[in-house]
């Protein structure tokens, strides 16, 4: 049977080079769910950083945004500045009050920054717009090293070297509003690497995977957050459904290193 009524809205930027919502759609391969894409810039990057940044602004995605609502769960992926932020923060609460009744709403943000191979797609100050209104709408956070280190103030050395220092950031996240944080250790000094899931009132759970050398891929982080929301869609618990993103994840890694 093909369903076709939404479940999962994906909001992200459209990248050429293979990340933003192409890696969302091969991250949802094979999975059975009505699945809509919302575009919030178009970029063009290549092998050396960010080229051109074309946000079509809140103004434009929003009411496209919202017409596919009532959904169970949005992933948010590049959100180009800091009225996108706030749009975003504000789908958000009209997409939980429309939830279907019994029916839990998830919100997953991948914070994207800046760009893998150089160039910001937000300044620093615009960042922050991320604590002020995203975070306190009870979010599902997936940052990386860097990402953690800017939006918890922390340093970015000390987190790459101790995981203790990465759980500390983590909770500053949750004490501003933040749903769960799961920090991804792609980018730790440790091997095996670890990646953890960090929920208020509980100990992190941590998931580990053998470092792999010579494997890169275009859109890891935009691949591991649409792969947790689709498996929360699906009732997995995020224990769970973090489990199953990582291994996704890990496993293209597997594949580029081997040249698949």
Known sequence: MIITAPQLLVVAGLDPSGAGLEADRQALAGINMGVRFVVTANTLQDEHGLRELGARGAGTWIPEARKELPVCAIKFGLLPGRADLQAAAYLVREARARAKMGVKFWAVVDPVLSCSNGGRFLDRSDAQEYLRSLVPAK????????????????????????????????????????????????????????????????????????????????????????????????????LRAAKDASEHVYGRLQLAARGA
Not at 179 to 184: F, L, M, R, W
């Open 139 to 238: 979010v599902v956070l997936t940052p990386n090293l860097d990402e953690l280190a800017e939006l918890a103030s922390a340093d970015l050395e000390k987190l790459v070297r101790d995981p203790a220092a990465r759980v500390a950031a983590a909770r500053m996240l949750l004490d501003l509003g933040a749903a769960a944080v799961i920090v991804k250790g792609g980018h730790g000094a440790e091997d095996p690497a670890r990646d953890f899931v960090l929920e208020p009132g509980k100990r992190e759970f941590w998931i580990q995977h053998p470092r792999i050398q010579g494997g890169k891929i275009r859109g890891s982080g935009c691949r591991f957050a649409t792969r947790l929301a689709a498996r929360l869609v699906q009732g997995d618990t995020l």
